[in-house]
């Protein structure tokens, strides 16, 4: 007998806009697919260095970043083309095969203007572009950020 085993890994972000220092919901984004990276110490690779043994990452997403690059992800990429700002996981949670992110941009923290590109990374830093990063996302539609505006960032990884 022939055994078919295949695992596929999927992500996806949505963008919670809210009342700055409230939970009134101003707009919520649909979900946007966004890739996960596959070259040398980034994404796919590194679950594929764990299981082997390798063990120089722990794996933890643990920061966001959001920026105003405009070109399209790649399998390769290592970051953001153009960030600029971070945010550490808020929350975080595992259901099934479903791990949910939740990356909370305050109004103070993300600056007023227009953002095209949003990423995840493993074992960063509050600083911007560290760790390894893990997804990429080109929004459709740029996000554009206000004055008296919280953002969450709401990341989900599939694995089927």
Partial sequence: MKIKNQINLKGRVRIITTKAGTDEVLRVSDWMENLIVNG??????????????????????????????????????????????????????????????RFFFSDALLPNGTYTEFGTFIDGSPSVSTGKLFNRILFGSAYTKATGEDSTFEVEITIN
């Fill in 40 to 101: 040398t110490n980034t994404g796919k690779n590194l679950i594929a260095q764990r299981l082997g043994g390798v063990n120089n990452y722990s794996l933890n997403i643990t920061h966001a970043d959001i920026g105003e690059g405009t070109t399209e992800p790649n399998i390769s990429d290592t970051q953001l083309e153009d960030p600029v700002a971070r945010a550490p996981v808020s929350s975080q949670g595992v259901v099934s095969n479903v791990v949910t992110l």
